[in-house]
C-alpha cells in the first residue's frame, strides 16, 4: 500500500465531550518525550530524554531511558533507566545490571534495557483508579538482554529476554531468564529446527540470535479470576509477550514456571481458532481493576510477520512464517478466549483483504483502555495515535509531524500513553476546542503554476472553463463551487 507524501499532521479529530481529556505522552522521534494537550499544543519536551517507552508519574516526573549502545555490539540496548522531574533532573537511575567493555569504547555499566518496565504501585505503567505509580521509594520491573550460549535451543549466541526487579537503591532483587524455560514455550518439531538453524540473527549487532524478542512486561495486578480461585492470575504474577514467536504468556512470580500460555500456534483447538493467529504483538496486559474491561487482556496483534515453522510460500527458510497484512486490536476473556471487544480494519470501516492494510502497523505499537471505555491506539509505524469509542467512533486523532533524523525516516511512534490533567500540577488545565473530521471530499489544493505551465480544462456537465492560477493556495469544495467552477 502506498502513502502520500503530504499529509496533515497534529490532532485532526477531537469531540472533547466524547473523549476521556488528559495529556498524551510519546517519543517525538530522535528529539526526546514530548508532552501534548488534546489540541496538539506541545506543553513539555524533555529533550534527549528516549522512549522505550517513556511513562508519566504523577507530579510531572517521567520515565525514560539516556545511552544507547553501540549497534555494532548490542540490539536495542539502553544504557540507563532514568526517572527526571518536570524540569530534567534525574531524580533516580539504574544502569548496574551488566559492565560492558566493547571493543573501541569506555567500559561502563549499563542497564540493557529494553521496550519495557514498571515502577511498584500500578501494574500496567498507565493510569487505573487507585493505582498510583510511586515516585520514591519504590521498586521497578526491568525487561533487559544478556548474550547467552544454549545448545538446546541454539548453536548460536543468542540475544536473550531477561526481566530483573531493582529497589530504589539499584540492587537486583529477583531475575528470570527466558531461555531457562524453553520447553515450556511450546516450540513443535519444525520450529525447533528452524530456530536451531537461525534464532532470528541479529548480524548488524554481532550476530546475535533475537530469538524470542519479548517487547512488553507487566503485572497481572488485582484482578476477579485470583478473587474467584484461578491462581493463575496472582496479582504479582507478571504478562509478556514475545514479537518474534506468535507468544503470550504468563509466569508465576514465586517458581518462574509459566502458568498460561497461548501461542505460537493458534490452530490446535476451537478456542484459539476462533481468537485467531496473533502475530508480531505488542503491549500484551490484563486491564486492570477500576477500568471498563477490567481483567480481560488487552493487545495491539500487529499483524505483519512472526514466528517459526514449517516454510510456506510467504517464508522459504520458516522464520517469521506467519503472515498477516493488517493490524487489530483485541481484549479477550483469557479463560474462555473469547474476543469480547475489537478494532480492526472492518470496524474501521476498511474492506478486508481489500484495504486492510490502512490499518496497518507491523511493528511497535500499543493500546490503552482508558477510564471512560474508550481505547486509545497507537498505531506505530505511521505515526498515528487514536481515541475510539466503545462502538469504533474516532473522537481523537494525532498525526506526529517528527520524522527524526536517523536513517529511518518515519514519523513512528512506539507508544503513547494519556494521564489525567491533576497528575502534572505545573499547567492549567488547558482550553479544549472542538475539531470536526475534515471532510476529503470538500478540500483542495491547487498546486502552484510555473513557466509554461499549460491551462487545464475542467468539464462539468456541458460546461466548460479555463483556468491558470499563478499562486499556491488551499481551497475547499464549496468556495470553487461559489466560483462557478464546479456545480
Known amino acids: 500500500m502506498g502513502y502520500p507524501s503530504v499529509y496533515p499532521t497534529g490532532v485532526t479529530i477531537y469531540n472533547p465531550e466524547r473523549c476521556w481529556n488528559g495529556y498524551t505522552i510519546f517519543q517525538a522521534k530522535d528529539i526526546g518525550a514530548l508532552l501534548i494537550g488534546m489540541n496538539g499544543q506541545e506543553v513539555q519536551l524533555w529533550k534527549n530524554l528516549h522512549g522505550f517507552p517513556n511513562k508519566i508519574l504523577p507530579g510531572g516526573y517521567v520515565i525514560g531511558s539516556t545511552g544507547e549502545r553501540d549497534s555494532r555490539y548490542g540490539f536495542q540496548d539502553m544504557a540507563d533507566l532514568v526517572q527526571v522531574d518536570w524540569d530534567g533532573n534525574i531524580v533516580w537511575k539504574f544502569n548496574k545490571h551488566e559492565y560492558i567493555e566493547d571493543p573501541g569504547q569506555k567500559p ?52 536473550d529476554d531477561k526481566i530483573i526487579e531493582v529497589n530504589w ?66 496479582p504479582d504474577n507478571i504478562i509478556l509477550d514475545s514479537r518474534e514467536a ?134 506505530g509505524s505511521d505515526g498515528r495515535i487514536i481515541e475510539v469509542t466503545k462502538d469504533h467512533e474516532i473522537v481523537w486523532e494525532y498525526i506526529s509531524p517528527y520524522d527524526g533524523k536517523s536513517s529511518t525516516k518515519m514519523n513512528m511512534v512506539y507508544r503513547s500513553y494519556r494521564v489525567p490533567y491533576n497528575w502534572i500540577p505545573q499547567l492549567e488545565k488547558p482550553e479544549e476546542k472542538a475539531i470536526g473530521k475534515l471532510d476529503k471530499n470538500q478540500f483542495r489544493v491547487l498546486g502552484a503554476a510555473g513557466p509554461g505551465r499549460q491551462k487545464e480544462t475542467i468539464v462539468s456537465g456541458t460546461e466548460e472553463y479555463e483556468e491558470s492560477d499563478s499562486n499556491f493556495c488551499v481551497i475547499t469544495y464549496d468556495e470553487l463551487k461559489k466560483e462557478n467552477k464546479l456545480d
Not at 531468564?177 to 541479529?202: I, M, Q, T, W
Not at 471498563?292 to 505483519?304: A, K, R
Not at 510456506?312 to 483485541?330: H, W
Open 246 to 379: 506468535n507468544i503470550l504468556a504468563i509466569i508465576d512470580k514465586k517458581t518462574g514456571k509459566i502458568v498460561w500460555k497461548i501461542g505460537p500456534r493458534y490452530d490446535t483447538s476451537e478456542e484459539l481458532i476462533n481468537l485467531g493467529w496473533i502475530i508480531g504483538q505488542h503491549n500484551v496486559h490484563m486491564i486492570p481493576k477500576g477500568l471498563p474491561g477490567e481483567g480481560n487482556i488487552l493487545v495491539f496483534d500487529n499483524g505483519g510477520w512472526g514466528g517459526y515453522g514449517i516454510p510456506n510460500p510467504g517464508s522459504i527458510s520458516g522464520n517469521r512464517n506467519a503472515l498477516r497484512d493488517y493490524s487489530r486490536v483485541i481484549e479477550f476473556d483469557p479463560v474462555t478466549l473469547k474476543i469480547i471487544w475489537q478494532y480492526t480494519p472492518e470496524e474501521a470501516g476498511f474492506i478486508i483483504p481489500l484495504d486492510a492494510a490502512r490499518f496497518y502497523s507491523p511493528f511497535i505499537s500499543n493500546a490503552q483502555r482508558l477510564p471512560n471505555g474508550n481505547t486509545l491506539i497507537t498505531e
Open 108 to 159: 561502563k555499566w549499563m542497564a540493557r534495557q529494553h521496550h519495557d518496565y514498571q515502577r511498584e504501585g500500578n501494574p500496567v505503567g498507565y493510569y487505573a483508579p487507585g493505582m498510583e505509580p510511586k515516585i520514591e521509594g519504590g521498586n521497578t520491573l526491568v525487561l533487559c538482554h544478556q548474550n547467552i550460549k544454549n545448545d538446546r535451543i541454539s548453536d548460536k549466541i543468542l540475544l
Open 169 to 234: 537503591k539499584g540492587d537486583i532483587i529477583w531475575t528470570w531468564n527466558a531461555s531457562d524455560h524453553f520447553d515450556e514455550f511450546g516450540f513443535d518439531e519444525a520450529a525447533k529446527n528452524v530456530l536451531y538453524r537461525n534464532p532470528n540473527l541479529r548480524k548488524a549487532s554481532g550476530g546475535v540470535g533475537d530469538w524470542l524478542h519479548i517487547n512488553s512486561i507487566s503485572l497481572i495486578g488485582p484482578n476477579k479470576w485470583f478473587d474467584d480461585g484461578d491462581k493463575r492470575f496472582n
